[in-house]
């Protein structure tokens, strides 16, 4: 079974600093890690993957996450947050198990940027 | 283009109706995927198609249905709809199973009375 934890409900960050939305997850095979934002009633929007390769992903709008074997984490990041990144932020993962698994979603993160 | 389009936006029934939600993708995905989010915002995956064949059903009532009558269509009917059925459903598509990206359409808010 696959799961993926997003400790924290909110995350506050002031307009300009660095931000941080974190993802741990559990597979039994090789993780296919996602980011989603979702902003209020639309649809999911990716954000960035990883599949193999290079640890640090960068993905839309500036974003970028780092993949972490060991303490297997996918942490989102942001060098300097915008007050239009504020939005429902879901991690997601799948794994190499193969067949048309749906992706399994943390409980999500809502970040907000304050002016 | 919309790459994802489900209608109807909103839905809003009463108790014991039927339902159908369309979902259609203009990205010539081959797999498509129907999720529940639920009041605290929580997904969940429902059903999986690839080219037309069912893959993943998930412990859902029997009173849903999805039906593919091609690889771009992907319809969810609801029978005797209950009140913990409303939601909003998203359909997606991908590429092909596995790790391909999924893009999800706007979904549909489903309210039960």
């Known amino acids: 079974a696959q799961s993926v934890a997003q400790p924290e409900d909110q995350v506050n960050v002031a307009e300009g600093n660095p931000l941080t939305v974190k993802c741990t997850y559990s597979?039994?095979?090789?993780?296919?890690l996602f980011w989603y934002v979702q902003y209020p009633n639309r649809g999911l929007q990716f954000l960035l993957k990883y599949i193999t390769g290079d640890n640090l992903v960068k993905g839309s709008y500036g974003f970028e996450a780092e993949f972490n074997k060991s303490q297997t984490s996918f942490h989102l990041k942001k060098p300097s947050a915008l007050v239009s990144d504020s939005a429902l932020y879901f991690c997601a993962v799948t794994d190499s198990g193969g067949g048309a698994d749906g992706l399994t979603f943390g409980k999500g993160t809502h970040l907000i940027i304050q002016p | 283009d919309t790459a994802v389009s489900q209608t109807p936006k909103y839905l809003v029934t009463q108790m014991g109706n039927d339902k159908s939600i369309k979902c259609e993708q203009n990205l010539g995905h081959d797999t498509m995927y129907w999720y529940k989010q639920d009041s605290k915002k929580f997904l969940k995956i429902m059903f999986s198609y690839n080219n037309k064949e069912l893959i993943i059903n998930e412990t859902v009532p029997n009173r849903f249905s999805p039906k593919s009558p091609d690889k771009a269509h992907l319809n969810l009917h609801i029978n005797s709809l209950e009140l913990g059925d409303s939601a909003v459903y998203f359909c997606a598509s991908s590429r092909g199973p596995g790790p391909d990206t999924q893009y999800f359409g706007p979904g549909t808010r489903l309210t039960v009375l």
């Open positions: 597979v039994s095979g090789n993780p296919y």
